[in-house]
C-alpha cells in the first residue's frame, strides 16, 4: 500500500475503497489456516488411500474398505471446504475429522501396524491449524491420550501389538516434535505481532498530521467518501465546514513559523474539544481545517461553525503578543452529488467570508 498517497482511484475513475491493513492481515491468517486445512485433508486422503491399496493388496478385505469409505469421506470434506468458502469453522471441522481417523489407525494399527505415523502429520498440522498456543494445548490432550492406550494394561478396544521400545520412543518422539513445532510457531507469532504493530503505526502515520495530530488530508478524503456512502445508501446527512485562519502568512512574518506552529497547534486543540468525537476534524491545508459533521444539517453546520469562530478568536487572549487569532468559515450540506462538489462549495463559501471582510460564517 503507498501510504503516501492522499487519495486513490480504481481504472473507472472513481475512488477505491480503502483497505484496512490489519483487518487485510487478519484475513491473510483465516486463509493461511483455511489453506492449511485443505492440505491436511490431501495429505490424508493421499496416505490413506495409499494403506487402503496395501490393505486389499494384503487380502484384509475388513480394513481396505474401512480405508477406502474412511478415504471417499475426506474427499468429500475437502470438496465441501472448497465448495463452502472460508469458513472459521473449517479448521475445526478438518481437526476433528483427522482425530477420528488417527485414533482408529492408533487402535486398529492401521497397515502393518504404521497408524501411529499419523502422528508425525498431526503435530505440523494441528500448530498450523490452531497456532501454538491451541494447537499444543489439543497436542497435549492427543499425546496424553495416546499414553493411556499405549501404557494402560489391555486397553479396550487396541487392536494393535506395539512392543514397549516402540511406545516409549514414540511418545518422547511426539512430545519432542510438538515443543519444537510450538516453539518455532511461536516465533512466526511473536514476528506477527510485532508486523502488525509496525502495522498499525505505519497506518496512524500515513492517516495524521504530524503537527496538530489531526486527520490529514487522505484520512478526511476517507471519511468524505465514506459519509457520501452512508448519504446515499442510509439517507444519512453530514455537513463540511472548511476553515482558514486570517492573514496567517503575516502572522509568521510577523512572528516567527515556531509562534505559528503553535497557534496551529492551538486551533486544532479548539477544533477538536468543541466537536463530537465521531466527527472529523482534519488539517486540509496550511492553516487550513476541514471539519465532517455526521448527521447533521446545514443549519447545525452553521451553529457550530460560529461557535468555533468565536471559540478561535477568544485565543487571542491567550498569547502576550500583540497578534489577532480568527478563522473564516464556509459551510456546505452533503446531498447526492459528488463529494468534491460540497467540498467545492464549502470551500467557495469560505473565500467569500475572506472577501466579506473574514472572521466570518458563510453558509449560503
Same mark, same amino acid.
Given at each position: 500500500m503507498d501510504i503516501t498517497a492522499e487519495h486513490t482511484f480504481n481504472k473507472s475513475g472513481r475512488e477505491a475503497d480503502?483497505?484496512?491493513?490489519?483487518? #487485510?492481515? $487478519?484475513? @491473510?491468517?483465516?486463509r493461511r489456516r483455511? #489453506?492449511?486445512?485443505?492440505?491436511m485433508l490431501i495429505f490424508a486422503l493421499a496416505i490413506t488411500g495409499v %494403506?487402503?491399496?496395501?490393505?486389499? %493388496?494384503?487380502?484384509?478385505l475388513f480394513l481396505a474398505t474401512t480405508l477406502f469409505c474412511v478415504t471417499?469421506?475426506?474427499?468429500?470434506? !475437502?470438496?465441501?471446504?472448497?465448495?463452502a468458502g472460508p469458513s472459521r469453522k473449517t479448521p475445526a471441522l478438518v481437526g476433528l475429522l483427522l482425530l477420528v481417523l488417527y485414533f482408529y489407525l492408533l487402535l486398529s494399527g492401521g497397515v502393518n501396524n504404521t497408524?501411529? %505415523?499419523?502422528?508425525?502429520?498431526?503435530?505440523?498440522?494441528?500448530?498450523?491449524?490452531?497456532?501454538?498456543?491451541?494447537?499444543?494445548?489439543?497436542?497435549?490432550?492427543?499425546?496424553? *491420550?495416546?499414553?493411556?492406550?499405549?501404557?494402560?494394561?489391555?486397553?479396550?478396544?487396541?487392536? *494393535? !501389538?506395539y512392543d514397549n521400545t516402540h511406545r516409549? &520412543?514414540?511418545? =518422547?518422539?511426539?512430545? =519432542?516434535?510438538?515443543?519444537?513445532?510450538?516453539?518455532l510457531d511461536s516465533s512466526r507469532h511473536q514476528t506477527q505481532q510485532m508486523l502488525h504493530r509496525l502495522t498499525a503505526e505505519l497506518q496512524n502515520h500515513a492517516s495524521t498530521d504530524a503537527l496538530t495530530g489531526l486527520a490529514n488530508r487522505r484520512e478526511a478524503y476517507k471519511a468524505?467518501?465514506? %459519509?457520501? &456512502? &452512508?448519504?446515499?445508501?442510509l439517507a444519512g446527512r453530514y455537513t463540511v465546514l472548511i476553515g482558514d485562519l486570517d492573514s496567517f502568512k503575516a502572522i509568521n512574518d510577523t512572528f516567527g513559523h515556531c509562534f505559528g506552529d503553535r497557534v496551529l497547534q492551538d486551533v486544532a486543540a479548539v477544533l477538536k474539544e468543541n466537536t463530537r468525537a465521531d466527527d472529523v476534524v482534519a488539517r486540509w491545508g496550511g492553516e487550513e481545517f476541514l471539519i465532517l459533521l455526521r448527521n447533521t444539517? @446545514? $443549519?447545525?453546520?452553521?451553529?457550530l461553525a460560529e461557535k468555533l469562530r468565536q471559540k478561535v478568536e477568544a485565543l487571542t487572549r491567550n498569547y502576550q503578543e500583540d497578534v489577532r487569532i480568527s478563522i473564516s468559515f464556509g459551510v456546505a450540506e452533503g446531498d447526492h452529488q459528488a463529494h468534491g462538489q460540497t467540498l467545492a462549495e464549502a470551500d467557495a463559501r469560505m473565500y467569500r467570508a475572506k472577501h466579506d471582510g473574514r472572521n466570518l460564517v458563510v453558509a449560503r
Open positions: 480503502f483497505v484496512d491493513p490489519i483487518a #487485510q492481515v $487478519h484475513g @491473510l491468517e483465516l483455511i #489453506q492449511a486445512s485443505g492440505y %494403506m487402503g491399496v496395501i490393505a486389499l %493388496m494384503a487380502a484384509d471417499g469421506v475426506i474427499l468429500l470434506s !475437502y470438496i465441501g471446504v472448497n465448495i497408524g501411529l %505415523m499419523w502422528a508425525v502429520m498431526l503435530v505440523p498440522g494441528f500448530i498450523n491449524l490452531y497456532g501454538y498456543k491451541w494447537g499444543t494445548v489439543t497436542l497435549g490432550f492427543v499425546g496424553g *491420550a495416546t499414553a493411556l492406550i499405549l501404557f494402560y494394561p489391555d486397553f479396550p478396544g487396541l487392536l *494393535a !501389538y516409549a &520412543r514414540f511418545v =518422547a518422539i511426539f512430545g =519432542a516434535l510438538t515443543a519444537l513445532t510450538a516453539i468524505i467518501s465514506e %459519509m457520501e &456512502r &452512508r448519504n446515499l445508501e444539517d @446545514l $443549519h447545525g453546520g452553521e451553529v
